[in-house]
């Protein structure tokens, strides 16, 4: 296996792009946004009460700091409502702190893509605050340090104290990588060295419910370099779903040997003996991102072996067309192989966005083209569409067909909303589209000792250690690109051949491809033009997707596409396309001639006969635009 590391935020800068205005969104519209959600100030909304329970557990510090007691409230509840607890206990849901670590995370790229002096200073006294409300020995819970700190670390299995603590170390560390100040930094590594003390060799052989503290340790060791962050991720790793299962020692309960238990958690089985991915989806990538990063780090072949059994069984089986995963509302999680139903997805956006930290994460280990494919499915179709145009309103599950009356009346459909939402009690989706988004231009390159690989055809700059590398990128429209490359010694440049491209042209000839990658030597300051020629596709289904038989979707580049209900009327499923279409391309929307049945009469059976159809022409929108212009109806995939 390979060690790579991709290139930081701070060394590539994306120049205006189809990202960049994305990233100027984020900025301009989901940063502040978010920041009033936190504070209560979104009217109509859900009260978030984060900030509200940072100010309750400073307090309550600081009075237990001057020996005054302070109120003990249950710790019993994975959602704390005025309805069901005290005025002056801990509000929202357990993991509602996580909501404040990931806009400070988000906010820090931000800051890098663009200086905003006003923005440092409220992540400046974002933080202040979160080191007012973290405990004298580096404990940072806000549920536990208001209701009862006698009860921490207890119920590992539901109640997300790990869960936070991932979040606040890895908005840590994009806090101290992007502005150099050690404020957050310090904050989580005092809770990391409790927690390595607590979780440590000789402490409790505990993990959470919830994976993201293994990452998050992982990006603290990359921060400070210290070891014992290191030694606390692999313990969290390999002692997951080893017997006696430790959730079961935490409620005095035992599982049988021949039966297994927490698949839900990804804790059913060792790490090493997981090879297929199963249970809560995001919790899911979360884990697996960590134990990429774990093997590669400590070259653990065996690990490895894991995380690409679960990749390919994610990607090859369980993903929809769009990159959404997690099929089923039921415990949100991953179902069966080949089982992806179109209007009762979940295919939440926080798992997408998961998706692509996995993906990244394996590309540094194993130089294959096939992760940077499946992220960028997911890039440019689910995760988009999680976030509204104007970036004002949010999806959280991302259906491929949408019927916006059955939605309110057919309980299996409650997950799915037909429009955006402005905000949720529960908002892990928004500010992790909104982290992601922003910290795209880490995605763009990986760097062995001696390759450059480009992963993402963004128009950018980039300072690598191998070579000085500027984009001119029309990759979406054209599928053009001119790559200008300064290397700083003898070098090769790899070039990811996108999944969708089967006619691709290099200005420099014979170029060695291996693994989806086209590679060049570079001895010289060099321009390479590329060209990867998008075209529209009609795309099929594995036929054991039952769903889907006789049906197609259409693609161009890395877009899927979708019919809506305000371009081509009512009934989609009652649309088909012709055979042999023609299709035409205004630059973004595609046209294609193609069949409506007439409606029937009022008779719900009746001797078949051929239906009559009428021409029609299509139009298609990109996925990630659909329900921009009110509620309406929406199909992906349409009958041939
Ligand atoms: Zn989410």
């Not at 301009?28 to 009217?43: F, H, N, S, T, W």
């Not at 309550?60 to 109120?71: L, S």
């Not at 419910?209 to 692999?234: F, Q, S, V």
């Not at 929307?589 to 059976?605: K, S």
């Given at each position: 296996?390979?060690?790579?590391k991709?290139?930081?935020?701070?060394?590539v800068?994306?120049?205006?792009?189809?990202?960049?205005?994305?990233?100027?969104?984020?900025?301009?519209?989901?940063?502040?946004?978010?920041?009033?959600?936190?504070?209560?100030?979104?009217?109509g909304?859900?009260?978030?009460?984060?900030?509200?329970?940072?100010?309750?557990?400073?307090k309550?510090?600081?009075?237990?700091?001057?020996?005054?007691?302070?109120?003990v409230?249950?710790?019993?509840?994975?959602?704390?409502?005025?309805?069901?607890?005290?005025?002056?206990?801990?509000k929202?849901?357990?993991?509602?702190?996580?909501?404040?670590?990931?806009?400070?995370?988000?906010?820090?790229?931000?800051?890098?893509?663009?200086?905003?002096?006003?923005?440092?200073?409220?992540?400046?006294?974002?933080?202040?605050?979160?080191?007012?409300?973290?405990?004298?020995?580096?404990?940072?819970?806000?549920?536990?340090?208001?209701?009862?700190?006698s009860?921490?670390?207890?119920?590992?299995?539901?109640?997300?104290?790990?869960?936070?603590?991932?979040?606040?170390?890895?908005?840590?560390?994009?806090?101290?990588?992007?502005?150099?100040?050690?404020?957050?930094?310090?904050?989580?590594?005092?809770?990391?060295?409790l927690?390595?003390?607590?979780?440590?060799?000789?402490?409790?052989?505990?993990?959470?419910?919830?994976?993201?503290?293994?990452?998050?340790?992982?990006?603290?060791?990359?921060?400070?370099?210290?070891?014992?962050?290191?030694?606390?991720?692999?313990l969290?790793?390999?002692?997951?779903?080893?017997?006696?299962?430790?959730?079961?020692?935490?409620?005095?309960?035992?599982?049988?040997?021949?039966?297994?238990?927490?698949?839900?958690?990804?804790?059913?089985?060792?790490?090493?003996?997981?090879?297929?991915?199963?249970?809560?989806?995001?919790?899911?990538?979360?884990?697996?991102?960590?134990?990429?990063?774990?093997?590669?780090?400590?070259?653990?072949?065996?690990?490895?072996?894991?995380?690409?059994a679960?990749?390919?069984?994610?990607?090859?089986?369980?993903?929809?067309?769009?990159?959404?995963?997690?099929?089923?509302?039921?415990?949100?999680?991953?179902?069966?192989?080949?089982?992806?139903?179109?209007?009762?997805?979940?295919a939440?956006?926080?798992?997408a966005?998961?998706?692509?930290?996995?993906?990244?994460?394996?590309?540094?280990?194993?130089f294959?083209?096939?992760?940077?494919?499946?992220?960028?499915?997911?890039?440019?179709?689910?995760?988009?569409?999680?976030?509204?145009?104007?970036?004002?309103?949010?999806?959280?599950?991302?259906?491929?067909?949408?019927?916006?009356?059955?939605?309110?009346?057919?309980?299996?459909r409650?997950?799915?909303?037909?429009v955006?939402?402005?905000?949720?009690?529960?908002?892990?989706?928004?500010p992790?589209?909104?982290?992601?988004?922003?910290?795209l231009?880490?995605?763009?390159?990986?760097?062995?000792?001696?390759?450059?690989?480009?992963?993402?055809?963004?128009?950018?700059?980039?300072?690598?250690?191998?070579?000085?590398?500027?984009?001119?990128?029309?990759?979406?429209?054209?599928?053009?690109?001119?790559?200008?490359?300064?290397?700083?010694?003898?070098?090769?440049?790899?070039?990811?051949?996108?999944?969708?491209?089967?006619?691709?042209?290099?200005?420099v000839?014979?170029?060695f491809i291996k693994?989806?990658?086209?590679?060049?030597?570079?001895?010289?300051?060099?321009?390479?033009?590329?060209?990867?020629?998008?075209?529209?596709?009609?795309?099929?289904?594995?036929?054991?997707?039952?769903?889907?038989?006789?049906?197609?979707?259409?693609?161009?580049?890395?877009?899927?596409?979708c019919?809506?209900?305000?371009?081509?009327?009512?009934?989609?499923h009652?649309?088909?396309?012709?055979?042999?279409?023609?299709?035409?391309?205004?630059?973004?929307?595609?046209?294609?001639?193609?069949?409506?049945?007439?409606?029937?009469?009022?008779?719900?059976?009746?001797?078949?006969?051929?239906?009559?159809?009428?021409?029609?022409?299509?139009?298609?929108?990109?996925?990630?635009?659909?329900?921009?212009?009110?509620?309406?109806?929406?199909?992906?995939?349409?009958?041939?």
């Open positions: 296996m390979q060690n790579a991709t290139i930081k935020n701070s060394n800068k994306i120049k205006n792009s189809f990202w960049k205005e994305k990233q100027e969104l984020v900025r301009k519209e989901v940063i502040p946004y978010q920041r009033k959600a936190l504070e209560d100030g979104v009217g909304a859900e009260p978030s009460r984060c900030m509200e329970n940072f100010k309750k557990a400073a309550a510090k600081e009075q237990r700091n001057r020996r005054i007691d302070t109120p409230y249950p710790t019993d509840k994975w959602h704390y409502t005025d309805d069901n607890s005290a005025p002056g206990a801990f929202g849901w357990v993991f509602q702190d996580s909501d404040l670590y990931k806009w400070i995370e988000a906010a820090s790229y931000s800051l890098q893509n663009r200086p905003d002096k006003e923005l440092e200073k409220a992540v400046d006294n974002a933080i202040e605050l979160i080191g007012k409300a973290a405990e004298n020995d580096g404990y940072c819970d806000t549920l536990y340090t208001i209701n009862n700190p009860a921490r670390f207890e119920n590992l299995r539901d109640f997300h104290e790990l869960y936070c603590f991932g979040h606040l170390a890895e908005a840590a560390c994009a806090h101290f990588n992007v502005t150099g100040k050690r404020t957050l930094l310090d904050i989580a590594a005092r809770f990391a060295d927690i390595c003390e607590v979780f440590g060799e000789n402490g409790k052989a505990g993990y959470g419910g919830h994976p993201i503290a293994e990452e998050g340790m992982l990006k603290l060791y990359e921060a400070t370099g210290r070891k014992a962050y290191l030694d606390t991720a692999r969290l790793i390999n002692r997951r779903g080893t017997r006696p299962y430790y959730f079961d020692i935490e409620r005095g309960e035992s599982t049988p040997e021949n039966r297994t238990k927490y698949e839900y958690n990804q804790a059913h089985l060792p790490v090493r003996e997981q090879k297929e991915a199963v249970g809560h989806a995001v919790r899911a990538v979360y884990l697996y991102t960590a134990m990429a990063d774990l093997a590669r780090i400590d070259e653990d072949e065996k690990l490895f072996d894991s995380c690409k679960l990749f390919d069984d994610i990607t090859k089986r369980k993903m929809y067309i769009t990159g959404g995963i997690g099929s089923t509302k039921d415990g949100e999680a991953f179902k069966y192989a080949y089982d992806l139903p179109n209007a009762t997805a979940y939440e956006s926080c798992a966005v998961g998706l692509i930290f996995f993906a990244r994460r394996m590309m540094q280990a194993d294959n083209s096939k992760y940077f494919n499946a992220a960028e499915r997911s890039l440019y179709n689910c995760v988009l569409a999680g976030m509204a145009e104007d970036g004002k309103s949010f999806f959280y599950t991302n259906p491929l067909e949408a019927e916006p009356k059955t939605l309110v009346l057919d309980g299996r409650s997950h799915i909303k037909p955006r939402q402005k905000w949720f009690d529960c908002a892990c989706c928004p992790n589209i909104a982290r992601l988004i922003s910290d231009s880490e995605y763009c390159f990986t760097e062995s000792d001696n390759t450059v690989f480009i992963n993402m055809y963004e128009s950018c700059t980039a300072d690598c250690r191998l070579a000085k590398i500027d984009i001119d990128s029309d990759y979406l429209n054209s599928g053009r690109v001119i790559i200008k490359i300064k290397p700083k010694k003898p070098a090769k440049i790899a070039f990811r051949i996108p999944e969708w491209c089967d006619n691709f042209e290099f200005s000839k014979n170029p693994d989806g990658y086209a590679y060049f030597e570079i001895d010289g300051a060099q321009t390479i033009e590329a060209n990867f020629n998008p075209r529209i596709k009609i795309m099929k289904c594995n036929s054991r997707v039952r769903e889907n038989t006789g049906k197609v979707a259409v693609t161009r580049g890395p877009f899927v596409y019919l809506e209900e305000k371009d081509n009327g009512s009934d989609l009652l649309l088909r396309l012709a055979k042999s279409p023609k299709f035409s391309f205004d630059g973004e929307n595609i046209f294609a001639n193609g069949y409506r049945q007439e409606p029937d009469g009022e008779a719900l059976y009746s001797e078949y006969k051929a239906p009559r159809e009428k021409l029609v022409r299509l139009k298609f929108i990109p996925y990630y635009k659909w329900a921009n212009r009110g509620e309406n109806k929406m199909t992906v995939y349409i009958r041939l």
